[in-house]
């Protein structure tokens, strides 16, 4: 065993009685220490011009290369594999690994384990339908946007959240198809709400009762619609924007807004990337879960205090920042985008 190492005043002393002009074995002698200790200090010294400890490269790995290689080339491929599993499969091939060693490695390579993001599944032809609106309407002066009421429904909860998953992945790959969970819209324990808002603010908002369809959507448009465009002094000339669910498509739809002369924009399918009100559809229901509702009726008028509470500015910045969102959805060639903040589901 590697006997405790030698003070730094001894280690000063070699120096200094070599410089005086003595050698190994007389140093060695007048302090009672090894003639190749002697030879290390001055050796150490002449290379380094000091006798201080220097830093060390520690404990050699107890891992071969080759399971480090392994245990980065198992989480890159598959990123939502557990820390347990991939303790699992190095103990397959004989090594045993601790879960903390194998994070240490990870996170070395650059790999952190981090919450999945949820994102719509979206097939080829929702990918070429989102590109292609956003690359048509790049060019699109602000003002035009300016002119846009944008609307949607969601659900929000009355009480907790959906569970987290973790992925391993690099900085800036959170919204990577590999790293995300699909969703798909479910309910209960929540209310549906409809809303609308522009640069110049937020419009109406509606509690939906019972089962949206065609006739009660109808309503809600005659009852709100105009009057939220008033109130944000949009004019006659305003777009409306709204997706394509079926009751929103539906021909007598359609045609109440021919004849109200309301232009409605074309939008692409599954496309939350693309509506700016998805952001606040999130910013409301952090708002609404921190006042804790303790049941739907409160809920309800949380959901609309709230609402009401976003400043035009916040609104106004959405929609300045409209061609970036686009730009995005180019750069992901209509995939998701970091824009896509989960609003509903």
Sequence with gaps: MKNKEHTRQVRDTV????????????????????????QAIILKW???QTTANLPRPGRPSKHSAHTRRRLIRDAAKRPMITLDELQRSTAEVGDSVHRTTISRILHKSGLYGRVA?????????HKKCCLKFATSHLG?????????????????????NN???????????????????????????SIMVWACFSSAGTGKM?????????????????????????DLRLGRRFVFQQDNDPKHKAKSTMEWFKNKHI????WPSQSPDLNPIENLWKELKTAVHKCSPSNLTELELFCKEEWERFSVSRCAKL???????????????????KYELKGAE
């Design 15 to 38: 120096v200094k009685k070599f410089k005086a002009g003595f050698g190994y074995k007389k140093i060695s002698q007048a302090l009672n220490i090894p003639r190749s200790t002697v």
């Design 46 to 48: 002449k290379e380094y």
């Design 117 to 125: 993001r949820r994102k719509p599944f979206l097939k080829d032809i």
């Design 140 to 160: 699109d002066t602000p003002n035009m946007w300016k002119k846009v009421l944008w609307s949607d429904e969601t659900k929000i909860e009355l009480f907790g």
């Design 163 to 189: 569970a987290k998953r973790y992925v391993w992945r690099k900085s800036n790959t959170a919204h990577h198809p590999e790293h995300t969970i699909p969703t798909v819209k479910h309910g209960s324990g």
């Design 206 to 230: 509606v509690k939906i009762d019972g089962k949206m369809d065609g006739a009660k959507y109808r309503t809600i448009l005659e009852e709100n619609l105009m009057e939220s465009a008033k």
């Design 263 to 266: 232009q409605v924009s074309e």
């Design 319 to 337: 929609i300045e920042t409209y061609p970036k969102r686009l730009t995005a959805v180019i750069a992901a060639k209509g995939g998701a985008t």
